[in-house]
């Protein structure tokens, strides 16, 4: 069976002063790009964006979800738009994530002013959980897990904060909705707990889906890859699909193509190098890079807490990518350095060819 892909390529400053066919808007958002790698049977080809149809039915089908724009997400009171990259800022109320494990332990009151104070810096939405997801981490009990979020969640809800639930569990995902969170992340993309997705689907809220290479025993075992780009692909849009056929409306799902999840650090360079190619899903895109080991071991071992030169460089390249959503710790870091990026694209896209 042929595998077909198609990455985006040639990304332009402005659209203007190219003839009409030559470019494309990517997934609706700032960014436009005049050529695709093909991908064909593992083979590149570099081929202009106005010869896609000369590619046959699956590429226009591709062109369409690459260049659809992906519906703003209307949350209660709140909107979370994809037009643009936004940030999600990460809580954890866990003695042992590996950056920020112990801070906000058994203290909602303070993860909540700690909350507050991203959303103030630019974050659009709190991420939070209540179990690491470390190598090695231990197991924690779902009641366990729901009496750390829980609070949280309630304490943010109430003044109007925008919530996701970074959870594996279907307990802690209905009480932790029931509480205010508005979306679910689950790094084992609905498959650890066989009630998550019935819990979602119910609840007609946004789920993030991971990739893992093997969900439902923990987010870092596999076997590696012969190609991990692809087969990173394939396996998110078959989760997709069966998502949906469990009663999810595909517009309320994004994905993540887990990096540092099962993965080598050339396995996760290839991925950052290639996200474009993710767009082909018809998905809004996160990407959580933040502080992760891969940093560390392209600079010294430096340790999670001096990470930001390297997660700031790894924001702006999902940015730069089309990544609508980045998962951070340093949220005022990176939303200023989103900012001065926008205004780079703003200036390229005002000005008259």
């Known amino acids: 069976m042929t595998s077909f892909y198609l990455r985006p390529a040639h990304f332009v400053d402005t659209p203007v002063g190219h003839p009409d066919g030559t470019v494309a808007r990517l997934a609706g958002g700032m960014l436009w790009f005049a050529a695709y790698d093909v991908i064909e049977d593992g083979l590149r080809r570099t081929v202009p964006v106005a010869d896609v149809a000369t590619l046959g039915d699956h590429a226009q089908v591709l062109h369409a979800a690459i260049t659809a724009p992906r519906p703003a997400l209307t949350l209660g009171d709140r909107t979370l738009r994809f037009d643009q990259p936004q940030v999600a800022g990460i809580l954890n109320v866990t003695p042992d994530s590996f950056s920020d494990g112990g801070a906000h332990l058994d203290d909602p009151d303070g993860a909540a002013a700690a909350a507050t104070d991203m959303l103030a810096a630019g974050a659009a939405l709190i991420d939070l959980g209540g179990e690491s997801t470390r190598p090695g981490a231990p197991l924690v009990w779902e009641e366990d897990e729901a009496k750390r979020v829980v609070p949280v969640v309630e304490r943010l809800a109430a003044s109007g904060a925008l919530v996701s639930i970074d959870t594996r569990k279907a307990l802690v995902m209905e009480r932790a909705l029931a509480g205010g ?173």
């Open 181 to 353: 969170a508005r979306i679910v992340n689950d790094v084992s993309a609905l498959l650890w707990d066989t009630r998550s997705l019935e819990v979602v689907a119910k609840a007609g809220c946004p789920v993030v889906l991971m990739h893992s290479p093997q969900p439902a025993k923990g987010p870092h075992g596999g076997d590696g890859y012969r190609d991990v780009v692809t087969e990173v692909f394939d396996w998110l849009e078959t989760r997709i699909a069966a998502v949906v056929a469990g009663g999810v409306d595909r517009s309320r799902i994004i994905v993540d193509p887990g990096i540092g999840f099962g993965k080598t650090l050339a396995d996760n360079l290839a991925l950052l190098n290639d996200l474009p190619i993710f767009h082909g899903l018809g998905c809004p895109i996160m990407l959580g890079v933040s502080r992760k080991r891969m940093i560390g071991a392209l600079s010294n071992e430096a340790p999670a807490t001096e990470r930001l030169g390297g997660s700031i460089a790894l924001a702006i390249k999902g940015v730069e990518a089309g990544v609508q959503l980045l998962r951070v710790h340093d949220v005022a870091e990176t939303v200023q350095a989103i900012r001065v990026w926008r205004g780079l694209r703003d200036q390229a896209l005002t000005r008259r060819s």
